[in-house]
């Protein structure tokens, strides 16, 4: 069985033509080859229609034959069919006539799903990611998996358990990035108005831990503006040795500490005592701002629950293609299942 994969992110949107097994009823198939892929700036394309048109020019082989096409987009999808991005300047609609027009690939039977489902679903088989142990742990057995990550926003996705049957699992997407952001001290409090003065927007998740919100942290600590991966090269320069200045080590353990800070949220929230697996390319990127010791204080900091935090693994995936890995999985299990 052929998929076609599709990760369409606030930066960057990948494509990759994948071979699958034959997925046994109740187990996760195996991907037996990537045959083509392609990498476009997510910004790069004026609509949807013209993000695949230019794929298909950039590499034609994605269209060879594909019996399905996994669209995995970074918003919450309506009825199958719709998804508005909130970190894109154009939508996705399946039913778009421009789709059909002449010049366009022919595309097979389409599932379009958040982008954190596909992550969550690569976390399905964690052996075929680059994954880092950041937080030891004990997994419990039929416990929820919680998958989240900083990207261009911030990305939630809950994976349950298969309930047996033969069903494949379950993955629960969220928008909490969109949730207002949880500040504790004045310090921080000052930031946040840093944040509504720059942005004129809520301070939301997707403003603290993401890219931008690293870009506005570092402003904040330092007066400079820099782009998000500027940031993560100075603080990746500093972590080998150069020894960041007293400005730039504050950018950095207050990232930690709020990314540590979302996550221990996220898995109170739910109950995901099967695990957290952070994904998403800032910290795939920079893996010290989740290994930073403000990232396990924060996590593991509960008046309540500091003994259950403890007991709850965190693990870092470092590749960049696991949301495709995942949607080529979920087209494998979901499209015959459905």
């Known amino acids: 069985m052929r998929v076609l994969a599709a990760d369409i992110g606030g930066t960057n949107s990948r494509f990759a033509l994948y071979e699958t097994d034959a997925p046994a009823r109740g187990h996760v198939p195996r991907l037996q080859d990537r045959l083509c892929a392609v990498r476009l700036p997510t910004a ?49 609609d399946l039913d778009d006539p421009a789709l059909r027009a002449p010049g366009m690939p022919r595309l097979p039977p389409v599932l379009l ?10 976390c399905l088989r964690p052996a075929a990611l680059d994954v880092l142990d950041v937080l030891d742990g004990h997994s419990v057995p039929d416990a929820p998996t919680a998958v989240m990550g900083a990207g261009t926003g911030l990305g939630k996705c809950l994976l349950l358990p ?10 629960l997407p969220s928008e909490g990035g969109h949730a207002l952001f949880p500040f504790t001290d004045e310090r921080e409090m000052a930031f946040a108005a840093f944040v509504r003065a720059h942005t004129g927007r809520q301070v939301i998740g997707d403003l603290v831990v993401s890219g931008p919100g690293l870009r506005l942290l570092h402003a904040f600590h330092t007066g400079q503006w ?9 603080l990746m320069t500093g ?25 221990r949220d996220y898995v109170l929230e739910t109950l995901a005592l099967g ?18 010791p403000a ?12 003994e259950l935090l403890r007991g709850v693994p965190v693990r ?13 999985l979920y087209g494998a299990l979901n499209g015959v299942a459905s």
């Open 226 to 234: 820099l782009e998000p991966a500027g940031v993560a090269a100075r």
């Open 44 to 92: 790069c394309a004026a609509s949807f229609a013209d993000l695949m048109r230019r794929a298909a020019v950039e590499e034609p082989g994605l269209f060879t034959s594909p019996a399905l096409l996994v669209l995995a987009v970074a918003g919450p999808v309506r009825g199958g069919r719709r998804c508005t991005p909130p970190n894109i300047p154009w939508g996705v």
């Open 239 to 263: 972590e080998q040795g150069a020894g960041p200045d007293h400005a730039l080590s504050q950018v950095l353990s207050w990232f930690a500490r709020f990314y540590g800070r979302a996550c």
């Open 113 to 122: 799903i958040n982008d954190f489902v596909a992550q969550a679903y690569a």
């Open 162 to 171: 298969s309930s047996g049957g033969g069903m494949p699992p379950r993955a």
């Open 295 to 306: 990232f396990a204080e924060a996590f593991r900091q509960s008046d309540t629950h500091a």
């Open 275 to 292: 695990g957290l697996f952070i994904a998403g390319g800032v910290a795939a990127a920079t893996p010290v701002l989740v290994t930073h």
């Open 316 to 328: 870092l995936v470092r590749g960049p293609d696991a949301g495709l890995l995942g949607a080529a």
